[in-house]
């Protein structure tokens, strides 16, 4: 079993930033992918950004050049730098990793607002 506990998030003005943390825990034999999905109100669950292990990172076209992932394996943690951002970024974003299993942490809300 894989526990994921995200951290950081909240409110935050049009252009401005914020940073994620998300830490697996548990029983961890190797974790395969991790990465960032987000729902917003009204709308599908999206992928934003995947980190395969010894694989390329692949980013949604929306937060191309404004969000960075970045991974320690050795920690089995994934954080998720998010720039310039937008209304439409507003969103519960999920952190996810597929090991024997595929896992979701809690949730944590963003919202981009004046």
């Not at 994620?20 to 961890?28: H, K, L, Q, R, Y």
């Not at 694989?55 to 929306?62: C, F, H, L, P």
Request: proline letters at 4%; a neutral charge; aromatic letters at 10%.
């Amino acid at each position: 079993q894989v526990q994921l506990v995200e951290s950081g998030g909240g409110l935050v003005q049009p252009g401005g930033s914020l940073r994620f943390s998300c830490a697996a825990s548990g029983t961890i034999l190797r974790i395969f992918l991790m990465g960032w999905y987000r729902q917003a109100p009204g709308k599908h669950h999206e992928l934003v950004v995947t980190f395969p292990s010894g694989g390329t990172i692949n980013y949604a076209d929306s937060v191309k050049g404004r969000f960075t992932i970045s991974r320690d394996n050795a920690k089995n943690t994934v954080d998720l730098q998010m720039n310039s951002l937008k209304p439409e970024d507003t969103a519960v974003y999920y952190c996810n990793a597929v090991a024997s299993d595929t896992y979701w942490g809690q949730g944590t809300q963003v919202t981009v607002s004046s």
